[in-house]
């Protein structure tokens, strides 16, 4: 496919030898010849459709043709991958490091699935090899960053995205992760910073707003809270989490029926969520609607959560009587 271009010129070449032979050869048997050629370049092209029906029958062609192509095993690796075969994936990352033990990528796709496998020692092992073999690579400490952050690790976490952000300065991604890790060390106006340079840089970045609005509800600005989680439900309606964030917010600031649509609004997503089933029913304690509450206490209770135990004791023995 990458020939085709080229190829023009080599047609008009045919063309001219062909009227070249035209004139000094027999025309049925030249014909016959052109016939033939394109009937054997017809089934050539058939058999090759074969080989380019997808990534993976490609590059295991291309391995079949050349037992020790260490590209070919990588490329089919990520093609397995997208596929959804990771454990055959994980065969070709390996089977190119075996050919090549200085191949950063392959150690850098084996890390993504380590981490996916919860195999947390194995993918940060990859990762330290592949920044090792490309120190530049900024992709690779933003994941190892992550992985980082979701074992207590902040301070190598911090370190990790400063330099992923360094390297790559215009990467939304890099931004939000960073300011997720302060907001999950209490650093709010920091995290702020962050999801705020995530905006700018894609302005209809859902989870940026979200997580935004909740370092601002943090420090008490349940207005600009307000307005960032209603923006990033503008963006993505299907953002359950923001629903559920705007809704404690207008809880404590009293507005009990936004609060209560938003709680609804959660649990079209997620109906199985105990918590927000409590969290209905403590609304409508504080609407004055008792026998609405204990319902949802009760609902509560049957999908796990023990603390509506109390609450029923509470409020709604007196309003069986």
Not at 166 to 171: A, E, F, G, R, T
Not at 214 to 227: N, P, Q
Request: proline share 2%.
């Amino acid at each position: 496919r990458y020939t085709y271009v080229p190829y023009i010129g080599l047609s008009f070449i045919a063309a001219y030898f062909f009227r070249f032979f035209s004139e000094r050869v027999n025309r049925t048997y030249l014909f016959i010849a052109a016939t033939m050629y394109i009937l054997f370049l017809a089934i050539s092209t058939w058999n090759q459709s074969l080989v380019w029906r997808d990534n993976i029958s490609l590059w295991s062609h291309a391995i079949a043709n050349d037992p020790g192509l260490k590209q070919a095993y990588h490329n089919r690796g990520i093609a397995f991958v997208e596929k959804g075969d990771k454990k055959a994936a994980l065969a070709d990352y390996n089977k190119t490091i075996a050919l090549d033990s200085l191949y950063e990528m392959a150690y850098y796709h084996r890390a993504r699935l380590f981490k996916e496998w919860g195999d947390t020692i194995a993918a940060l092992s990859d990762l330290n090899r592949t920044l090792m073999l490309k120190p530049d690579f900024n992709e690779a400490y933003n994941l190892r960053a992550n992985i980082y952050a979701e074992s207590g690790l902040a301070k190598e976490a911090l370190t990790d995205y400063n330099k992923a952000i360094i390297l790559k300065p215009d990467n939304p991604e890099y931004y939000l992760n960073r300011g997720l890790l302060q907001l999950n060390k209490g650093v709010y106006n920091e995290a702020i910073t962050d999801f705020t340079q995530a905006i700018s840089l894609k302005p209809a970045y859902d989870e940026a707003f979200n997580n935004r609005g909740m370092a601002k509800s943090y420090l008490s600005d349940f207005e600009g809270a307000v307005a960032d989680y209603s923006k990033a439900i503008s963006i993505n309606p299907s953002l359950a989490i923001a629903y559920n964030n705007r809704a404690v917010v207008y809880a404590v600031k009293k507005k009990y029926d936004d609060a209560e649509k938003d709680f609804m609004k959660y649990l079209t997503f997620f109906p199985d969520d105990a918590r927000t089933y409590l969290n209905i029913g403590l609304v409508k304690i504080e609407k004055g609607d008792n026998l609405g509450a204990c319902s949802y206490f009760e609902q509560a209770l049957a999908k796990g959560d023990e603390k509506a135990k109390f609450l029923i004791f509470t409020h709604c023995q007196k309003s069986s009587k």
